[in-house]
């Protein structure tokens, strides 16, 4: 993928972009393209006060995930052709259809008709694609592409039992560097949320009266040591992104 290409495809995606941060209200994030190093250092969000960037409002967050994407980059190897360049594609379309219909999402009202569509729809096509191929691997689809598949089965929700199974291979593409280690620290928390369990990460919220609440979490003393584990910001720096990426006005 050329330079100008991946920027474009930065700009579609924007709240994709925010995976590096792990990043996950309603609407949880996703990957940039690979190197991370493409992703713009000079992120700003059009609703934070007086336009500051990321880097202003949280500095800790922003270079430790600045860090964290370096730390990826060295596990991830250069791609210079994919296999499967069709199913790159089709992957990304269905994750822009994601990305549209919650790029509109109030997020202090509930889940609007069009994003259970997009879901609903994306969830029948990606079933599809798991059961003929496999999850895919950097190699077929890149590593954005790869992340464009998790992105579809993170939103996957009306179907915990088919999250839970393909989450062993969420965590084998983890560790051999086609996803992201935050990636399944947020599949993770939606799966044992999803099974009835505490999450594991701290990285599912919910809003309360126009307040970000972190959802049970297991063992909260050690929070931060197990996100660590997994090269994710500390959890105060995860809220303070949270904040600066989607104000709430005060509730009355």
């Known amino acids: 993928m050329q330079q100008v290409q991946k920027r474009q495809l930065l700009t579609a995606l924007r709240p994709l972009v925010m995976a590096y941060l792990a990043l996950s209200v309603a ?16 992120l700003q969000d059009p609703a934070s006060a007086g336009h500051r960037s990321l880097e202003e409002a949280c500095p800790h967050a922003f270079e430790a995930s600045r ?33 549209d219909a919650r790029d509109r999402w109030d997020l202090s009202q509930s889940e609007p008709v069009e994003v259970v569509a997009a879901d609903q729809h994306n969830l029948i096509r990606l079933k599809q694609i798991l059961h003929q191929e496999g999850f895919p ?41 086609d996803l992201s280690y935050q990636f399944l620290g947020l599949f993770t928390d ?37 996100r660590k584990a997994l090269e994710m910001v500390p959890e105060e720096d995860y809220l303070c992104t949270v904040h600066f990426m989607t104000p709430m006005a005060p509730s009355n």
Request: hydrophobic share 45%; net charge positive; no cysteine.
């Open 190 to 226: 939606r799966v044992l949320l999803a099974s009835g369990h505490k999450q594991r990460y701290g990285t599912q919220i919910m809003i309360e009266r126009g307040q970000f609440i972190i959802r049970p979490t297991e063992d909260p003393q050690h929070l931060d040591r197990r």
């Open 27 to 42: 609407r949880p994030a996703f990957a940039a393209d690979a190197p991370p190093d493409t992703v713009p250092t000079d």
């Open 137 to 177: 691997t950097a190699k077929m689809v890149g590593y954005i592409g790869v992340a464009a598949a998790w992105l579809l089965l993170q939103h996957a929700d009306s179907d915990p039992a088919f999250q839970r199974h393909w989450l062993p291979v969420i965590g084998a593409r983890a560790r051999t560097g």
């Open 67 to 99: 860090a964290a994407a370096a730390q990826l980059h060295r596990r991830q190897p250069a791609i210079a052709r994919v296999t499967r360049p069709a199913l790159q594609h089709e992957l990304l379309t269905l994750a822009q259809i994601d990305s």
